[in-house]
């Protein structure tokens, strides 16, 4: 289908708000979901380094208290 002019594209016969409309709608819900996508992900992304650095402590922690409770060879 050509169009006479530019407003005629724009128009659409008479079509034009609902077209106009219904990609605006869609290209706003489709920008929503990359940006909602990106958030998730960097939060995924700190969760997985909190647990990793949460872990770490908790491996030292338990290093440390394993070298207390061992007897030293002087104690002996």
């Given at each position: ?5 530019f ?10 708000f ?10 706003s819900a ?29 491996r ?8 207390q ?6 104690q002996?």
């Amino acid at each position: 289908m050509q169009f006479d002019s530019f407003s005629a594209f724009l128009d659409m016969g008479g079509y034009g708000f609902y077209v106009w409309l219904s990609y605006g709608v869609s290209i706003s819900a489709l920008a929503l979901l990359v940006i909602s996508s990106i958030s998730s992900h960097k939060k995924v992304k700190q969760q997985i380094v909190q647990r990793q650095k949460r872990e770490a402590k908790l491996r030292q922690a338990a290093e440390q208290q394993k070298a207390q409770n061992q007897p030293n060879a002087e104690q002996l």
